[in-house]
């Protein structure tokens, strides 16, 4: 079991910055897929950014490309978004997730794929 715990959420101007960080427990941690996803009022819970489990490779949804950075450190079982020059359509509830066991490509920004998620941290971007 996997208990994945979101913050770093928060109240922030268009243009500037925010750091999500995701801890987790559990010693297997450094093995699974890690995923952010946002979840908009009114709108369907959405990919934002992927990481494999060496983190070798990072996946990211087209609206966040160039401004978003996932990242993880397995020695402190801790997942990163550091998310820069921030919109007012990035507002949402920001949730990250683990997924048991490998992975494709095609399937990091699939939400069925992951068995494993936060409560969610806010993020609010003021226009």
């Known amino acids: 079991q996997v208990q994945l715990v979101e913050s770093g959420g928060g109240l922030v101007q268009a243009g500037g910055s925010l750091r999500l960080s995701c801890a987790a427990s559990g010693r297997t941690f450094s093995m699974y897929p890690m995923g952010w996803f946002r979840q908009a009022p009114g709108k369907e819970r959405a990919f934002v950014a992927g990481i494999t489990w060496r983190g070798s490779s990072t996946y990211y949804a087209d609206a966040v490309k160039g401004r978003f950075t996932i990242s993880r450190d397995n020695a402190k079982n801790t997942v990163y978004l550091q998310m820069n020059s921030l919109k007012f359509e990035d507002t949402a509830v920001y949730y990250c997730?683990?997924?048991?066991?490998?992975?494709?490509?095609?399937?990091?920004?699939?939400?069925?794929?992951?068995?494993?998620w936060g409560q969610g941290t806010q993020v609010t971007v003021s226009s």
């Open positions: 997730a683990a997924r048991r066991g490998p992975t494709t490509p095609q399937d990091m920004g699939v939400i069925a794929a992951y068995d494993y």
